[in-house]
C-alpha cells in the first residue's frame, strides 16, 4: 500500500516538474518531451526526476539512473543531463558527489575520459520536497498574470492535462508526448474543465475551499432550463438516508415546485460505488417520501428507456430526480440533444470519469462524500 501511495506521488511530483520547466521556457513553441527517453528532455536537457520521500540518499540509490543518463551521453553529447531527486535526508553527501562513487562496481564499464567528459555536462541537483514544489508551481502560473485562486485551479487543470498525455499515448505513440508553453497558456484560456483537487485545499484552507465552490458553483438564485448531471462518487459510509437527503438538497436548487406551476429542470445523478441493493433501497426511500423520480425503467423487467429519463419535467409529472444506474447509461444522457446547455459536476475522491465530449465540466475533489453538502 504504501509503496503504490509514494509511487503516485513520485508521478505528481515529475508532473509539477515538467510544468515547472515549461513554464520557464521563453520561447513558448518549444517542445518539452514528457515520459520519451527519460522523464523530461528537450532540445537542451535531458532530466530524470526521482521523489524518494521514504529513503535517505546514498550514491547507490542513484545508480541506475545516471546510467541511463551516461548511455544517453554517448547517443549525443549536445545536451545538458541532469538529476533531480528528493531525498528523506541527504546523509551529508552534496550534489558534487563524484561520478565514481556513484557508479560504485559499474565504474569499470566506462573509460575515465568518458566519465569525465560525462561530468562537464552532468548536474546532480537535489530538489525541494512535493509542497515547496507545489508552490513554486503556482507561482510559476501567477506569472501568467493569474490570481492565486485561478493559478491553483489551472495548476490542475495542467495536471491532468500532462497525466492524459502519458496515459493517452501508448509505447508505440510515444512523439505524442509533447508540450510547449503555447499549448498550456491556451488550455488556460479555453478551459471548459475546472478541476478543483487538494492543491486548493492545501493552499486555501479547508474552510476556504468549501466557501468557493460554495460561492462559485451553488450559491445563484437563477434557475433555468440548463441540464445539470452530477457524478458523486460515495466512499462506502454513507447511509441510505444521508443519499437521499443529497439527492433532496441538490434537486431543490435546480427544480423549484411552485404553487401552480415548476421551474427548472430535475438534475441528473450517477453515483459511483454504489452496489444495487443500496440503489434500490435508495429509491425506495424516495418513494416514500413522495418524491417523483425517472431512473428509465417504467415497468418490470424493462430495458433502459432514454427517452423516459430525458423526458422534461412538467407541473403535470412534477419529476424531480433523475437516476443514472450504470456508466453505460450516463453515456446515453451525455450525449443526448436537450437542445439545451448541459454541465457536469463530479465529485470525485481519487480522479473524475472521463467525459470525452465537449461539455462544460466542474470536477472537485474530495476527502469523503460527507463534505457535498457542506459544499452545497
Given at each position: 500500500m504504501d509503496g503504490g501511495y509514494y509511487a503516485i506521488k513520485g508521478f505528481e511530483y515529475q508532473i509539477d516538474k515538467n510544468i515547472l520547466e515549461i513554464l520557464k521556457e521563453t520561447d513558448v513553441n518549444k517542445a518539452i518531451n514528457i515520459e520519451q527517453n527519460q522523464d523530461i528532455d528537450t532540445a537542451d536537457f535531458v532530466m530524470q526526476v526521482k521523489y524518494k520521500e521514504a529513503t535517505k540518499f546514498t550514491p547507490s540509490t542513484v545508480k541506475k539512473p545516471v546510467i541511463q543518463l551516461i548511455d544517453e551521453y554517448k547517443k549525443d553529447n549536445s545536451k545538458k543531463y541532469i538529476l533531480y531527486c528528493f531525498f528523506k535526508d541527504f546523509n551529508g553527501y552534496t550534489e558534487s558527489t563524484s561520478i565514481d562513487l556513484i557508479l560504485g562496481s559499474s565504474k569499470t564499464n566506462y573509460t575515465q575520459q568518458e566519465k569525465t567528459d560525462f561530468e562537464k555536462s552532468f548536474e546532480l541537483k537535489f530538489s525541494p520536497q512535493f509542497d515547496i514544489q507545489l508552490e513554486q508551481t503556482i507561482r510559476e502560473i501567477q506569472n501568467l498574470n493569474y490570481n492565486e485562486d485561478e493559478s491553483i485551479i489551472f495548476h490542475s487543470r495542467a495536471s491532468n492535462f500532462l497525466r492524459n498525455l502519458v496515459v493517452n499515448n501508448a509505447p508505440n505513440q510515444i512523439s505524442n508526448r509533447t508540450c510547449t508553453k503555447n499549448d498550456l497558456i491556451e488550455l488556460f484560456k479555453n478551459d471548459r474543465k475546472v478541476i478543483f483537487k487538494n492543491s486548493f485545499r492545501f493552499f486555501k484552507g479547508e474552510e476556504s475551499y468549501f466557501k468557493k465552490m460554495k460561492k462559485d458553483f451553488f450559491t445563484s438564485n437563477n434557475v433555468d432550463k440548463t441540464i445539470k448531471i452530477?457524478?458523486?462518487?460515495?466512499?462506502?459510509?454513507?447511509?441510505?438516508?444521508?443519499?437521499?437527503?443529497?439527492?433532496?438538497?441538490?434537486?431543490?436548487?435546480?427544480?423549484?415546485?411552485?404553487?401552480?406551476?415548476?421551474?427548472?429542470?430535475?438534475?441528473?445523478?450517477?453515483?459511483?460505488?454504489i452496489n444495487s441493493q443500496k440503489n434500490i433501497e435508495v429509491k425506495e426511500q424516495l418513494v416514500k417520501a413522495k418524491i417523483i423520480f425517472k431512473d428509465g425503467y417504467d415497468f418490470l423487467n424493462s430495458k433502459f428507456n432514454l427517452a423516459s429519463i430525458t423526458s422534461k419535467s412538467t407541473k403535470e409529472n412534477r419529476i424531480a430526480i433523475k437516476l443514472i444506474n450504470s456508466e453505460t447509461e450516463l453515456n446515453q444522457v451525455i450525449n443526448f440533444n436537450f437542445n439545451t446547455m448541459k454541465e457536469i459536476y463530479q465529485f470525485f475522491k481519487i480522479k473524475p470519469l472521463t467525459i470525452n465530449q465537449d461539455i462544460r465540466e466542474t470536477n472537485i475533489e474530495i476527502k469523503n462524500s460527507n463534505e457535498i453538502l457542506k459544499i452545497i
Amino acid at each position: 500500500m504504501d509503496g503504490g501511495y509514494y509511487a503516485i506521488k513520485g508521478f505528481e511530483y515529475q508532473i509539477d516538474k515538467n510544468i515547472l520547466e515549461i513554464l520557464k521556457e521563453t520561447d513558448v513553441n518549444k517542445a518539452i518531451n514528457i515520459e520519451q527517453n527519460q522523464d523530461i528532455d528537450t532540445a537542451d536537457f535531458v532530466m530524470q526526476v526521482k521523489y524518494k520521500e521514504a529513503t535517505k540518499f546514498t550514491p547507490s540509490t542513484v545508480k541506475k539512473p545516471v546510467i541511463q543518463l551516461i548511455d544517453e551521453y554517448k547517443k549525443d553529447n549536445s545536451k545538458k543531463y541532469i538529476l533531480y531527486c528528493f531525498f528523506k535526508d541527504f546523509n551529508g553527501y552534496t550534489e558534487s558527489t563524484s561520478i565514481d562513487l556513484i557508479l560504485g562496481s559499474s565504474k569499470t564499464n566506462y573509460t575515465q575520459q568518458e566519465k569525465t567528459d560525462f561530468e562537464k555536462s552532468f548536474e546532480l541537483k537535489f530538489s525541494p520536497q512535493f509542497d515547496i514544489q507545489l508552490e513554486q508551481t503556482i507561482r510559476e502560473i501567477q506569472n501568467l498574470n493569474y490570481n492565486e485562486d485561478e493559478s491553483i485551479i489551472f495548476h490542475s487543470r495542467a495536471s491532468n492535462f500532462l497525466r492524459n498525455l502519458v496515459v493517452n499515448n501508448a509505447p508505440n505513440q510515444i512523439s505524442n508526448r509533447t508540450c510547449t508553453k503555447n499549448d498550456l497558456i491556451e488550455l488556460f484560456k479555453n478551459d471548459r474543465k475546472v478541476i478543483f483537487k487538494n492543491s486548493f485545499r492545501f493552499f486555501k484552507g479547508e474552510e476556504s475551499y468549501f466557501k468557493k465552490m460554495k460561492k462559485d458553483f451553488f450559491t445563484s438564485n437563477n434557475v433555468d432550463k440548463t441540464i445539470k448531471i452530477f457524478i458523486i462518487e460515495l466512499d462506502g459510509s454513507k447511509s441510505n438516508s444521508e443519499i437521499v437527503l443529497l439527492l433532496k438538497k441538490i434537486s431543490e436548487k435546480y427544480f423549484k415546485q411552485l404553487t401552480r406551476d415548476i421551474k427548472g429542470e430535475a438534475p441528473f445523478f450517477f453515483f459511483r460505488n454504489i452496489n444495487s441493493q443500496k440503489n434500490i433501497e435508495v429509491k425506495e426511500q424516495l418513494v416514500k417520501a413522495k418524491i417523483i423520480f425517472k431512473d428509465g425503467y417504467d415497468f418490470l423487467n424493462s430495458k433502459f428507456n432514454l427517452a423516459s429519463i430525458t423526458s422534461k419535467s412538467t407541473k403535470e409529472n412534477r419529476i424531480a430526480i433523475k437516476l443514472i444506474n450504470s456508466e453505460t447509461e450516463l453515456n446515453q444522457v451525455i450525449n443526448f440533444n436537450f437542445n439545451t446547455m448541459k454541465e457536469i459536476y463530479q465529485f470525485f475522491k481519487i480522479k473524475p470519469l472521463t467525459i470525452n465530449q465537449d461539455i462544460r465540466e466542474t470536477n472537485i475533489e474530495i476527502k469523503n462524500s460527507n463534505e457535498i453538502l457542506k459544499i452545497i
